[in-house]
């Protein structure tokens, strides 16, 4: 004996659905259409990019949130109504990821470098601590500014990695 399961899938939201939609009521049914279709597959987008999950529900709410006042832009588009979505999320991520990559103090960076080496360590704090040039730390670590340069960079990769 076979069980045959059937999944039904909602239908893909139109713009013509949209638009609809939009007619009759006062732009909240569409962007509650517009969540039960597409919130899981875009929620999972973001959570590629942001993987705390708290940060990525902010980012899907922020979304929809913004959505009663960019229906037109989302109907006059060019792309389907998942791919323009998809497109508001992205921008949402990489704002995120910004204003994380801007708000990670001094104290929180040396925490990041605590596994490099101290040469890393030194290079670093010694520029964006203490603000000296690379010549300074050169000639401080008796090296080469393009080693200085070297290490900066290492020591800034490091950090780039832990913050996305």
Not at 13 to 36: C, F, H, I, P, S
Not at 158 to 163: D, G, M, N, P
Request: charged share 25%.
């Amino acid at each position: 004996m076979f069980i045959k399961e059937v999944l039904i899938l909602p239908e893909i939201v139109t713009k013509n659905t949209l638009k609809q939609t939009l007619r009759k009521g006062d732009g909240k049914e569409a962007v509650a259409l517009l969540y039960a279709r597409y919130g899981p597959m875009l929620y999972g987008y973001i959570l590629k990019f942001v993987p705390a999950q708290k940060d990525a529900e902010k980012i899907l709410v922020n979304l929809f949130a913004k959505l009663p006042g960019q229906m037109e832009e989302a109907c006059s588009s060019p792309l389907s109504i998942y791919s323009w979505l998809q497109g508001r999320a992205r921008e949402l991520v990489l704002i995120h990821n910004h204003v994380r990559h801007e708000n990670a103090t001094f104290t929180e960076c040396m925490a990041m470098l605590a596994d490099a080496p101290a040469i890393l360590q030194e290079t670093f704090m010694e520029i964006y601590l203490k603000g000296r040039s690379r010549t300074e730390v050169a000639a401080m670590q008796q090296t080469t500014e393009a080693e200085v340069a070297k290490n900066l960079f290492a020591a800034l990769s490091i950090i780039r990695k832990k913050l996305s």
